[in-house]
C-alpha cells in the first residue's frame, strides 16, 4: 500500500519534481490488482486537495456513506439540531468555579492631617517655592508673571515692555496702564524751489540745474507747468524731473509728452499723485520709446486709479517695445501685464549689465 501510494504521488507530481523516476503505466496497473476494495478506497480519499493537475471535484472525494433519508425539511432539521444539542454532555471544566476577586483589593490609606483652608475656601498645599514667594517683591512678582506668560495679571504697558525684554515699569499689580509719550516727529520742509528760476535755467541750459524737482509745491499754475514743459524740449542739462503732487492735468501731460519727443537728456521723469488720464499716460509712453533715454518712469496714483484692462494691455504693448527702461512706477490692476512688464524689466537690466560687462572687457585704447 504504501509503493502504490509512492507511486500515485510520483505521477501526480512528476512535472514539479525531474529528480523522479518515470514510472512505467504497465507496472501500476500491477500494483492496482493487488489491492483489495478497502485499500482501493483508502486510495481513492488519499489525494492532496490542493494538487492543480486535478480537476476541482476531483481534489476531494464524496465522504457521505449514509443513504438519503428523504427530502430536505428545514423545521425537521432545527428541531433534530436543538434535541441533539439538549443531549450532549458539557464540556467538563478544566477548574472548578470559586467565587474570588478579581483585581487588587481596596485598602484604606491612612488618615491624612486635614488641610488648612485659606480665605477662598481652597486647601493650601505646603511647597518648597512658598518662602521664596513670600519673600518677593511685588515687582518681581510682575517679572515672573510675564515670564511665565500670566498676561492677564499685567497691564498693557508691562506686557508690551516683557515682549520686548524692557524693565517692567513700576506699580506692581495694581498699576495702571499709561500711553508712551508720544514722540513728535518734525514735518517736512516746504518745497521752496522758485518755479520761474528754474524756468530761465532751464531755457539757458544752466549746468548746476540737473535735477528740477517740483513735487508738492502748492498753489503751482497751470501755466507755469506748461512753460517747464515747454522749456524742457530744448534743455541738455537737466536729467531728473518731479512734477508729483501738483495736480497736474492732460493738458500738462500733453505738453510734457511733446518734451520727452524732443528732449534727449532726460533719465527720470516722476509724475506721480496727479490727475492723468489714462490716455495721456499712454502718450507719454509713446513720447518716451521715441528716443528710448529715460530710464525711470513714475506715474502711480493719478486720480482715475482704475485705467481698465485695454490701458493696462496698451501700455504693456509700448514697455515691450522699449529696450532701456529700468523702473516703472504703477500698480497693475490686472496679473498679466503686470508679470510681463516685470519680466520686461528684469530682461532690460540683463541688456544693461552685459553692455557694462563687454566694455569692460574692451583692451583700452591708448
Request: proline share 4%.
Amino acid at each position: 500500500m504504501a509503493d502504490l501510494t509512492s507511486a500515485m504521488s510520483a505521477i501526480l507530481n512528476k512535472e514539479k519534481d525531474k529528480d523522479v523516476p518515470d514510472i512505467e503505466l504497465e507496472d501500476l496497473d500491477d500494483l492496482l490488482t493487488q489491492l483489495t476494495a478497502e485499500e482501493l478506497e483508502e486510495l481513492n480519499g488519499d489525494f492532496d486537495p490542493d494538487n492543480s493537475l486535478l480537476p476541482p471535484n476531483l481534489r476531494c472525494r464524496d465522504q457521505t456513506s449514509k443513504d438519503p433519508t428523504g427530502p430536505f425539511n428545514r423545521q425537521k432539521l432545527l428541531k433534530f439540531i436543538e434535541n441533539q444539542a439538549k443531549q450532549e454532555k458539557d464540556w467538563e471544566q478544566n477548574k472548578a468555579y470559586v467565587k474570588e476577586t478579581k483585581g487588587k483589593v481596596f485598602k484604606k490609606k491612612d488618615e491624612e492631617k486635614p488641610k488648612k483652608k485659606n480665605d477662598d475656601g481652597d486647601f493650601n498645599i505646603d511647597t518648597e517655592w512658598d518662602d521664596i514667594l513670600t519673600e518677593a517683591s511685588e515687582e518681581e512678582l510682575v517679572d515672573l508673571a510675564a515670564v511665565l506668560g500670566f498676561h492677564s495679571m499685567l497691564t498693557q504697558t508691562q506686557y508690551y515692555a516683557s515682549l520686548q525684554d524692557e524693565k517692567i515699569s513700576e506699580g506692581g499689580f495694581t498699576g495702571h496702564a499709561r500711553a508712551q509719550q508720544f514722540k513728535a516727529v518734525p514735518d517736512e520742509p516746504m518745497n521752496d524751489t522758485d518755479v520761474e528760476k528754474s524756468i530761465e535755467q532751464i531755457k539757458s541750459n544752466d549746468a548746476k540745474l540737473i535735477h528740477l524737482n517740483l513735487n508738492n509745491i502748492k498753489n503751482l499754475s497751470i501755466e507755469q507747468l506748461l512753460n517747464v514743459c515747454e522749456a524742457l524740449k530744448s534743455n541738455t542739462t537737466v536729467k531728473v524731473f518731479e512734477m508729483a503732487g501738483v495736480a497736474a492735468t492732460d493738458k500738462v501731460a500733453k505738453k510734457l509728452a511733446e518734451a520727452l519727443e524732443e528732449n534727449k537728456t532726460l533719465r527720470t521723469v516722476n509724475v506721480e499723485s496727479n490727475y492723468i488720464s489714462g490716455e495721456c499716460l499712454l502718450r507719454l509712453m509713446r513720447a518716451i520709446n521715441t528716443n528710448q533715454v529715460v530710464t525711470e518712469l513714475r506715474v502711480a496714483n493719478q486720480k482715475p486709479e482704475l485705467l481698465g484692462n485695454q490701458v493696462e494691455m496698451n501700455l504693456l504693448k509700448l514697455i515691450l517695445e522699449n529696450n532701456t527702461l529700468l523702473r516703472f512706477g504703477l500698480t497693475f490692476e490686472f496679473p498679466d501685464p503686470r508679470i510681463r512688464v516685470i519680466n520686461k524689466l528684469k530682461a532690460n537690466y540683463d541688456a544693461l549689465r552685459k553692455k557694462r560687462h563687454r566694455e569692460r572687457l574692451k583692451p583700452s585704447v591708448v
